[in-house]
Nanobody, 124 residues
Framework: QVQLVDSGGGLVQAGGSLRLSCATS????????VGWFRQAPGKEREFVAA????????YYADSVKGRFTISKDSAKTTVYLQMNSLKPEDTAVYYC?????????????????WGQGTQVTVSS
């Protein structure tokens, strides 16, 4: 069973930065992908970024490319989402997720394991 614990959300002004963390219980030698998704009030959950653990390759949604960076700390089996130049439209609950079925997947149904979510609010 894979467990994910996401954290690091908060309130920040537009233009500011936050770093989200996703602590995983997956063995570091496993081939899996960790993704970040977000869901704003009244909207569907959407893909943000993904990282393939084995080679640290990454994939981003166009809306965050150049502003967000996904990375890993192998020793801590933790994945981070560094969010810079935040905008009010980035306000959402952010979820980390994991899958063994897909390399750098961006579809919700490709992911089997989910964190509890962490709120990010960007004020204008």
């Amino acid at each position: 069973q894979v467990q994910l614990v996401d954290s690091g959300g908060g309130l920040v002004q537009a233009g500011g930065s936050l770093r989200l963390s996703c602590a995983t219980s997956v063995r570091i030698f496993s081939s899996f992908t960790v993704g970040w998704f977000r869901q704003a009030p009244g909207k569907e959950r959407e893909f943000v970024a993904a990282l393939y653990w084995r080679d640290a390759s990454t994939y981003y949604a166009d809306s965050v490319k150049g502003r967000f960076t996904i990375s890993k700390d192998s020793a801590k089996t933790t994945v981070y989402l560094q969010m810079n130049s935040l905008k009010p439209e980035d306000t959402a609950v952010y979820y980390c997720a994991a899958t063994f079925k897909s390399r750098l997947g961006y579809r919700i149904n490709e992911y089997d394991y989910w964190g509890q979510g962490t709120q990010v609010t960007v004020s204008s």
